[in-house]
T-cell receptor, first 114, second 112 residues
Framework: DTGVSQDPRHKITKRGQNVTFRCDPISEHNRLYWYRQTLGQGPEFLTYFQNEAQLEKSRLLSDRFSAERPKGSFSTLEIQRTEQGDSAMYLC????????????FGPGTRLTVT | GQQLNQSPQSMFIQEGEDVSMNCTSSSIFNTWLWYKQDPGEGPVLLIALYKAGELTSNGRLTAQFGITRKDSFLNISASIPSDVGIYFCAGILSGSARQLTFGSGTQLTVLP
């Protein structure tokens, strides 16, 4: 399977704990995006990487959130001191270099904060 | 917050019927994408549109990029049970980089 993969698919954590999610983009794609989706809503943009550079961050990305893409391949999204409001589906997408704006999504990580 | 108004919110149709849904905005978009999402999964790209007035088909799906660049439409012809799911429009705002702004989705139910 050469699509976007995410790990884990599900995570249950207690409030105040830290969590980290991983995303592996389509192998030839140099752009990687993180989105958050709550129930009944469309995904909302969090941040965007081109290769290893983080080019854009949403105001939704509070200082408890940090994302990295150290070698321009996989990416991690860490949430520190989780809150119940962080419960959501975290989606990763990738797109190829050049003029294409088509973003291909992974299956997502469902986070539940208890 | 969301800048795209997607309608209808939900639809119940009979198998074999055609379906139309749309997204509108007060802002100008450079690109429109349509996705389908099944429960517990990520959105799957259906159609991409890049030019105002563009009409693009993908099998039974046809989408159009509105000439004002503020709206887009998706039509599904001869619906089948596997068309069930949530359909999202998404666009890239003029002047923004590459982040997608999503509509709130249209829940489609196909009755046998």
């Amino acid at each position: 399977d050469t699509g976007v993969s995410q790990d884990p698919r599900h995570k249950i954590t207690k409030r105040g704990q830290n969590v980290t999610f991983r995303c592996d983009p389509i192998s030839e794609h140099n752009r990687l995006y993180w989105y958050r989706q709550t129930l009944g809503q469309g995904p909302e943009f969090l941040t965007y990487f081109q290769n290893e550079a983080q080019l854009e961050k949403s105001r939704l990305l509070s200082d408890r959130f940090s994302a990295e893409r150290p070698k321009g391949s996989f990416s991690t999204l860490e949430i520190q001191r989780t809150e119940q409001g962080d419960s959501a589906m975290y989606l990763c997408a990738s797109s190829s270099q050049g003029g294409s704006y088509e973003q291909y999504f992974g299956p997502g990580t469902r986070l539940t904060v208890t | 917050g969301q800048q795209l108004n997607q309608s209808p919110q939900s639809m119940f149709i009979q198998e074999g019927e055609d379906v139309s849904m749309n997204c509108t905005s007060s802002s100008i978009f450079n690109t429109w994408l349509w996705y389908k999402q099944d429960p517990g999964e990520g959105p799957v790209l259906l159609i991409a549109l890049y030019k105002a007035g563009e009409l693009t088909s993908n099998g039974r799906l046809t989408a159009q990029f509105g000439i004002t660049r503020k709206d887009s439409f998706l039509n599904i012809s001869a619906s089948i049970p596997s068309d069930v799911g949530i359909y999202f429009c998404a666009g890239i705002l003029s002047g923004s980089a590459r982040q997608l702004t999503f509509g709130s989705g249209t829940q489609l139910t196909v009755l046998p």
